[in-house]
């Protein structure tokens, strides 16, 4: 390709991770200070009991559940985008597949770190681990959680793999172009990676089987969170909806995060040129059709609950729609339907500060039908005597807080070190597909011999 | 131990070469091209297309099926603890578990293939020009046998070359 | 034949004096978490009378129903805890291993009758109240779940006493706290298994039903209607 198209992308690309200006810094400082309190506060949960928190009879899950469905939920951003874009072959993906991935893999990490925070002796939290431990007891596979552990450790291996298999070529690039520390960093990153065909070939095999293997495990993940609850006599958790249910949620909360990280990508590292407002349209357009999905979900689930007419049940659907909850629910509907749906389905509106409106609404609407999935059925169960309501403390919104503020300081943190834009991929979707040279192609003899 | 090799800016020139090398006897898999970005449209960038990575990644799957069904059906035997009306050994959550660990198992198998198959992380000194990071193509042939070399350097020096060299490793 | 312990809770004899609460609590160390706490909805009472109101002024009538762990043959907590703190004895009871809860609370939110407690903080008996403990059962740590056992201790005990005297176990020979100390003898507790014990006959008894039996639950506990509304 154009040799000096070439070099800017990468000088572009690079600048980020080459000069650091003290804006990161304050930012850095910033963030870190928040996710430090957000960390003494949870000792300060140990060292106290789990009394500090809201949680009582018969709220036994509240915030901190809710926070792990949503981080998982965010996760499944960088699935879709990859590994479905990747095997359809979509050409617009290529700028935003790192970012994407990112944002999964951290995602993950945080959500995985909430049922350690929710357990009451947290520090036996590694009793979910299968080994032989000396008490000869392992754990029992048929609880939902221990499901999770499986499938959030499968999924966290799979996203880390396949974020860093793409990123060894870029490791490469930035050790050639470096000295001092970072070379020598970057190289051994780099794995003495050269790009020569044979690893080219072996990698992209890789990617395309890494990315064929991560859609049933991503799917996985959020069907068996969604375990967590639909395995419960809970009145509204016991349906056979909420496996599907769930995954479009994820995937819908997953693309807001993923317009939301770009955008702020783009205007805080200038990359104009590189993330162009069609790419924004292209996800603003995924983003409504997921929001009809969930919405489409939803009043399936609410419609049967209704009909159906068993008491219990319907106490827990109105406590959403009409009692103490109905405030958090019908914002929950304006912001998951009625803003991206006016937002992103007229074309005027559907600019990149319009997807970054409609996203973050989409972001607190989740947190908020997390949040209503949990709260309202344990606060109406069965029994009338022991219906109970639940208060957040504290200390639970100070962690939920800090895990966000840990999410924008690991991808601060992450842009710093790695380019964030995966420069190797992007030029190859720049390389003009000459039609010349793929007629030369078939005919070389050698081609036409082992096509 | 020596490297003999060419930068292109241009891969149809890159093409030229890699045929010019064939002509001159190199067998295909000493002639290396290396380039910042894989070069879909030529001729040159389907060798060594087959592989058996896909194979891995099915035996892979296969053994975390094994281990997945045997550790779940294995320790619920180990110490049977009755739980809730439900069977020792429950197959319907055990398929979840063996789920999770086929697909650990391809994906562990799929990555620890590439990285041998590509031969990363390795310790013997390789042919390298810092230059493929701008964008320019090499084609070389490492150690080549003593009365090729000449060739080699006549079949390398087809218009559009950037550079000629010859390198100790 | 292996024992299958049960109870029979006869709504028309209870009163809601509430004395197998506070029998519970002083037989089981359960703590009394503060009017604060227990305004929060965490009052840890493993039995507990639930009082309900119907009709209108002046035709009201006031129900009692002590409500305690079913020992659900079908328990919904058992399979939901991921340590097997909650599972299923041969003698039927549902046993709640402290040592190997690690607070997650599942189970709790899996019970449909919601009898399962959580220690919130570390359990604190100001003195000369830790003079009282029993020294039969455990004192819980804080971050475990904590429910009614039926008394495992005196089931213990007492099964214990009628190997060494080499004899059966006579039907209301064990008698959890609750039933002890029910003044007005509307709890018994005996084997389910035992077609001649007084537990399995008010079982069988026309004004018997379970609490909430529609969720496929298959609790232990029969509860008598009152014989006049």
Same mark, same amino acid.
């Given at each position: 390709?154009?040799?000096?198209?070439?070099?800017?992308?990468?000088?572009?690309?690079?600048?980020?991770?080459?000069?650091?200006?003290?804006?990161?810094?304050?930012?850095?400082?910033?963030?870190?200070?928040?996710?430090?309190?957000?960390?003494?506060?949870?000792?300060?949960?140990?060292?106290?009991?789990?009394?500090?928190?809201?949680?009582?009879?018969?709220?036994?899950?509240?915030?901190?559940?809710?926070?792990?469905?949503?981080?998982?939920?965010?996760?499944?951003?960088?699935?879709?985008?990859?590994?479905?874009?990747?095997?359809?072959?979509?050409?617009?993906?290529?700028?935003?597949?790192?970012?994407?991935?990112?944002?999964?893999?951290?995602?993950?990490?945080?959500?995985?770190?909430?049922?350690?925070?929710?357990?009451?002796?947290?520090?036996?939290?590694?009793?979910?681990?299968?080994?032989?431990?000396?008490?000869?007891?392992?754990?029992?596979?048929?609880?939902?959680?221990?499901?999770?552990?499986?499938?959030?450790?499968?999924?966290?291996?799979?996203?880390?793999?396949?974020?860093?298999?793409?990123?060894?070529?870029?490791?490469?690039?930035?050790?050639?172009?470096?000295?001092?520390?970072?070379?020598?960093?970057?190289?051994?990153?780099?794995?003495?990676?050269?790009?020569?065909?044979?690893?080219?070939?072996?990698?992209?095999?890789?990617?395309?089987?890494?990315?064929?293997?991560?859609?049933?495990?991503?799917?996985?993940?959020?069907?068996?969170?969604?375990?967590?609850?639909?395995?419960?006599?809970?009145?509204?958790?016991?349906?056979?909806?909420?496996?599907?249910?769930?995954?479009?949620?994820?995937?819908?909360?997953?693309?807001?995060?993923?317009?939301?990280?770009?955008?702020?990508?783009?205007?805080?590292?200038?990359?104009?040129?590189?993330?162009?407002?069609?790419?924004?349209?292209?996800?603003?357009?995924?983003?409504?059709?997921?929001?009809?999905?969930?919405?489409?979900?939803?009043?399936?689930?609410?419609?049967?609950?209704?009909?159906?007419?068993?008491?219990?049940?319907?106490?827990?659907?109105?406590?959403?729609?009409?009692?103490?909850?109905?405030?958090?629910?019908?914002?929950?509907?304006?912001?998951?339907?009625?803003?991206?749906?006016?937002?992103?389905?007229?074309?005027?509106?559907?600019?990149?500060?319009?997807?970054?409106?409609?996203?973050?609404?989409?972001?607190?609407?989740?947190?908020?039908?997390?949040?209503?999935?949990?709260?309202?059925?344990?606060?109406?169960?069965?029994?009338?005597?022991?219906?109970?309501?639940?208060?957040?403390?504290?200390?639970?919104?100070?962690?939920?807080?800090?895990?966000?503020?840990?999410?924008?300081?690991?991808?601060?943190?992450?842009?710093?070190?790695?380019?964030?834009?995966?420069?190797?991929?992007?030029?190859?979707?720049?390389?003009?597909?000459?039609?010349?040279?793929?007629?030369?192609?078939?005919?070389?003899?050698?081609?036409?011999?082992?096509? | 131990?020596?490297?003999?090799?060419?930068?292109?800016?241009?891969?149809?020139?890159?093409?030229?070469?890699?045929?010019?090398?064939?002509?001159?006897?190199?067998?295909?898999?000493?002639?290396?091209?290396?380039?910042?970005?894989?070069?879909?449209?030529?001729?040159?960038?389907?060798?060594?297309?087959?592989?058996? #990575?896909?194979?891995?990644?099915?035996?892979? !799957? *296969? +053994?975390?099926?094994?281990?997945? =069904?045997? %550790?779940?059906?294995?320790?619920?035997?180990?110490?049977?603890?009755?739980?809730?009306?439900?069977?020792?050994?429950?197959?319907?959550?055990?398929?979840? #578990?063996?789920?999770?660990?086929?697909?650990? !198992? *391809? +994906?562990?198998?799929?990555?620890? =293939?590439? %990285?041998?198959?590509?031969?990363?992380?390795?310790?013997?000194?390789?042919?390298?020009?810092?230059?493929?990071?701008?964008?320019?193509?090499?084609?070389?042939?490492?150690?080549?046998?003593?009365?090729?070399?000449?060739?080699?350097?006549?079949?390398?020096?087809?218009?559009?070359?950037?550079?000629?060299?010859?390198?100790?490793? | 034949?292996?024992?299958?312990?049960?109870?029979?809770?006869?709504?028309?004899?209870?009163?809601?004096?509430?004395?197998?609460?506070?029998?519970?609590?002083?037989?089981?160390?359960?703590?009394?978490?503060?009017?604060?706490?227990?305004?929060?909805?965490?009052?840890?009472?493993?039995?507990?009378?639930?009082?309900?109101?119907?009709?209108?002024?002046?035709?009201?009538?006031?129900?009692?129903?002590?409500?305690?762990?079913?020992?659900?043959?079908?328990?919904?907590?058992?399979?939901?805890?991921?340590?097997?703190?909650?599972?299923?004895?041969?003698?039927?009871?549902?046993?709640?291993?402290?040592?190997?809860?690690?607070?997650?609370?599942?189970?709790?939110?899996?019970?449909?009758?919601?009898?399962?407690?959580?220690?919130?903080?570390?359990?604190?008996?100001?003195?000369?109240?830790?003079?009282?403990?029993?020294?039969?059962?455990?004192?819980?740590?804080?971050?475990?779940?904590?429910?009614?056992?039926?008394?495992?201790?005196?089931?213990?005990?007492?099964?214990?006493?009628?190997?060494?005297?080499?004899?059966?176990?006579?039907?209301?020979?064990?008698?959890?706290?609750?039933?002890?100390?029910?003044?007005?003898?509307?709890?018994?507790?005996?084997?389910?298994?035992?077609?001649?014990?007084?537990?399995?006959?008010?079982?069988?008894?026309?004004?018997?039903?379970?609490?909430?039996?529609?969720?496929?639950?298959?609790?232990?506990?029969?509860?008598?209607?009152?014989?006049?509304?």
């Amino acid at each position: 390709m154009n040799e000096a198209l070439a070099q800017r992308i990468s000088s572009d690309l690079l600048r980020p991770v080459m000069t650091t200006t003290w804006r990161f810094w304050l930012l850095v400082a910033f963030l870190g200070s928040i996710v430090a309190m957000g960390l003494g506060t949870w000792f300060y949960q140990m060292y106290m009991g789990f009394g500090v928190t809201g949680i009582n009879m018969p709220v036994y899950w509240a915030f901190y559940i809710t926070n792990f469905v949503f981080w998982i939920g965010i996760s499944h951003a960088g699935t879709l985008i990859s590994a479905i874009l990747r095997l359809v072959n979509a050409g617009w993906r290529r700028p935003v597949t790192r970012c994407a991935e990112v944002i999964t893999v951290f995602a993950l990490m945080i959500g995985a770190l909430f049922p350690i925070i929710h357990l009451g002796r947290p520090w036996l939290f590694f009793w979910l681990v299968p080994y032989p431990s000396e008490r000869l007891i392992w754990p029992n596979f048929r609880s939902p959680l221990v499901w999770d552990f499986f499938a959030i450790n499968t999924y966290l291996t799979g996203s880390l793999l396949f974020l860093l298999l793409p990123m060894i070529p870029d490791f490469a690039l930035v050790r050639d172009k470096t000295t001092g520390w970072r070379r020598k960093l970057y190289g051994v990153l780099a794995l003495r990676w050269r790009g020569t065909t044979k690893q080219w070939h072996r990698l992209e095999s890789a990617m395309q089987i890494m990315a064929i293997a991560i859609i049933p495990v991503a799917v996985s993940v959020h069907t068996i969170v969604s375990f967590d609850f639909s395995m419960a006599p809970v009145p509204m958790w016991h349906s056979t909806i909420f496996g599907p249910y769930f995954v479009a949620g994820a995937i819908f909360s997953g693309i807001a995060a993923l317009i939301l990280a770009m955008a702020a990508l783009r205007k805080v590292l200038h990359l104009e040129d590189y993330l162009h407002p069609v790419h924004f349209q292209n996800l603003g357009k995924l983003l409504l059709m997921m929001s009809l999905l969930w919405s489409y979900f939803v009043f399936a689930e609410r419609l049967t609950a209704w009909y159906g007419n068993e008491s219990a049940e319907v106490e827990a659907l109105l406590a959403t729609q009409k009692g103490s909850f109905a405030p958090l629910f019908w914002t929950m509907v304006v912001c998951n339907f009625v803003v991206p749906f006016v937002i992103l389905s007229l074309r005027k509106l559907r600019t990149i500060t319009g997807c970054v409106v409609a996203s973050s609404t989409v972001l607190v609407g989740m947190w908020l039908e997390r949040f209503l999935i949990v709260v309202p059925s344990l606060s109406h169960k069965h029994l009338p005597y022991t219906w109970g309501h639940y208060r957040p403390q504290p200390v639970e919104i100070m962690i939920t807080i800090s895990t966000f503020a840990a999410m924008m300081l690991l991808y601060t943190l992450f842009a710093k070190l790695v380019p964030i834009i995966s420069i190797w991929e992007l030029k190859v979707g720049e390389h003009p597909a000459a039609a010349e040279s793929t007629a030369e192609l078939r005919e070389h003899a050698l081609w036409k011999a082992n096509p | 131990m020596k490297a003999v090799y060419a930068l292109y800016s241009d891969p149809n020139d890159v093409q030229r070469a890699v045929d010019g090398l064939r002509k001159a006897g190199i067998a295909d898999d000493d002639i290396t091209v290396i380039s910042s970005e894989p070069i879909e449209d030529y001729e040159f960038s389907h060798r060594h297309h087959e592989t058996w #990575i896909h194979w891995i990644a099915g035996a892979g !799957g *296969a +053994i975390g099926l094994a281990l997945g =069904t045997g %550790l779940t059906s294995f320790t619920q035997r180990a110490w049977p603890i009755p739980t809730g009306n439900m069977p020792i050994v429950a197959w319907w959550p055990n398929l979840i #578990i063996m789920f999770e660990m086929t697909m650990l !198992g *391809a +994906i562990v198998a799929t990555v620890i =293939t590439v %990285l041998v198959a590509a031969r990363i992380p390795t310790r013997a000194p390789k042919m390298y020009d810092p230059e493929v990071a701008d964008g320019k193509i090499l084609v070389g042939v490492e150690n080549p046998s003593e009365g090729s070399a000449s060739a080699i350097e006549r079949a390398l020096m087809s218009p559009g070359v950037a550079r000629l060299k010859t390198i100790q490793l | 034949m292996p024992h299958r312990w049960g109870m029979a809770v006869d709504l028309d004899r209870c009163t809601g004096c509430g004395a197998c609460v506070t029998a519970c609590h002083a037989e089981n160390n359960i703590p009394t978490v503060g009017d604060a706490q227990a305004a929060r909805g965490r009052a840890m009472h493993w039995i507990r009378v639930e009082r309900y109101w119907e009709g209108e002024y002046p035709d009201v009538a006031l129900k009692f129903r002590p409500v305690m762990c079913q020992q659900c043959d079908a328990a919904p907590c058992e399979p939901v805890c991921p340590t097997y703190a909650s599972h299923h004895t041969d003698e039927g009871l549902n046993a709640q291993i402290y040592n190997r809860c690690i607070g997650t609370r599942y189970c709790a939110n899996a019970c449909p009758y919601n009898v399962r407690f959580f220690d919130f903080f570390h359990p604190q008996w100001p003195k000369p109240l830790d003079a009282q403990l029993n020294p039969d059962v455990s004192v819980r740590e804080v971050g475990v779940m904590e429910k009614c056992t039926f008394c495992v201790q005196r089931i213990h005990a007492a099964a214990i006493d009628a190997k060494a005297a080499n004899r059966e176990l006579k039907d209301g020979e064990i008698q959890p706290a609750c039933v002890q100390s029910c003044s007005a003898r509307a709890l018994v507790f005996g084997d389910l298994n035992d077609p001649d014990s007084e537990v399995s006959k008010l079982s069988r008894s026309d004004r018997g039903h379970k609490l909430l039996d529609d969720l496929g639950t298959l609790p232990k506990v029969t509860y008598l209607n009152r014989l006049q509304a």
